[in-house]
């Protein structure tokens, strides 16, 4: 089961910028970052995802890069 459900992500949000990156307005979350998201979700299924951390964190900064909040 997933540890994520309990765990509370409120004031770990990185500070807003002057500028704030918005995401290319035809990219959805699910089609951002294929690569990152492909590995990330091979080891989760083959090691759990507590085995993942750093995966998971190249797929969020990837999501992060092109302007998603996560």
Do not use: W
């Amino acid at each position: 089961m997933s540890s994520l459900a309990s765990y509370d992500t409120r004031g770990l949000q990185a500070p807003a910028t002057q500028a704030e990156k918005k995401p290319p307005p035809n990219l959805k979350p699910c089609c951002a970052c294929p690569e990152t998201k492909q590995a990330r979700d091979a080891c989760i299924i083959e090691k759990g995802e507590e085995n993942c951390g750093p995966l998971i964190e190249a797929h969020k900064e990837c999501m992060r890069a092109l302007g998603f909040k996560v």
